[in-house]
């Protein structure tokens, strides 16, 4: 299951956003939890754990064409040093291992913000814990935290419109389609979407759960 383009892969980002700054600490990821899952922030010793788990052909086939396929050895090192820690120095990204909470040693996937005016959310999961509902778990976690600790006005989030898996997260989410384009993916050029969702179409969402 995978959403977006960036979660594990090496390209470089869009530039900032223009939205409002966070209110917490620009470079701090906090560690987050839902009712079965452990969110630790990023660090370069996860590499080892992302490189175990990410070179699936179901994990990336629908992410950026950006990621190199077959992914090198040092594929999840180099992510890491040169696109997800310096995010989070610029005080521009937030990326989180997602962990069983009953297995907190085991790396199951990756989940990112990024401060983008195109792109603000990413994730993939490892296949054995698809079908579960974790990373819709995983998923609504950070979208609180992107709107009510970040005080972020607008999530927006591309996808290949063949994601029917992430599709169904939007959905569940009270995300809207509000374009379509056709981008270049690992597997090939598709189809895709973009999706969207404010802070207020948020909390009436949530609100009504």
Do not use: C
């Not at 699936?56 to 992410?63: A, C, H, P």
Request: aromatic share 8%; proline share 8%; hydrophobic share 40%.
């Amino acid at each position: 299951m995978v959403e977006a383009d960036r979660s594990g892969g090496n390209s470089a980002r869009d530039g900032a956003s223009t939205s409002p700054g966070p209110r917490i600490l620009r470079n701090h990821v906090p560690e987050l939890q839902t009712e079965r899952l452990l969110l630790l922030p990023l660090s370069l010793d996860d590499a080892p754990a992302i490189q175990a788990v990410f070179p699936q052909w179901e994990v990336v086939r629908q992410m950026n064409a950006a990621i190199p396929w077959p992914y090198p050895a040092d594929g999840a090192e180099t992510f890491l040093r040169e696109v997800a820690l310096p995010q989070v120095e610029r005080g521009e990204g937030w990326n989180w291992s997602i962990r069983p909470r009953d297995e907190p040693a085991r790396l199951i996937g990756l989940i990112t913000l990024v401060k983008s005016e195109t792109d603000n959310r990413g994730f993939w999961l490892d296949p054995d814990y698809w079908g579960r509902g974790l990373m819709t778990e995983a998923a609504n976690r950070v979208t609180s935290f992107w709107f009510e600790e970040l005080g972020m006005p607008l999530l927006r989030v591309p996808k290949a419109s063949a994601n029917i898996a992430s599709r169904r997260i939007s959905v569940k989410q009270g995300m809207r389609v509000v374009g379509e384009t056709e981008k270049d993916y690992v597997e090939g050029l598709l189809p895709g979407e973009i999706w969207e969702i404010t802070a207020e179409e948020w909390r009436a969402h949530r609100s009504r759960r």
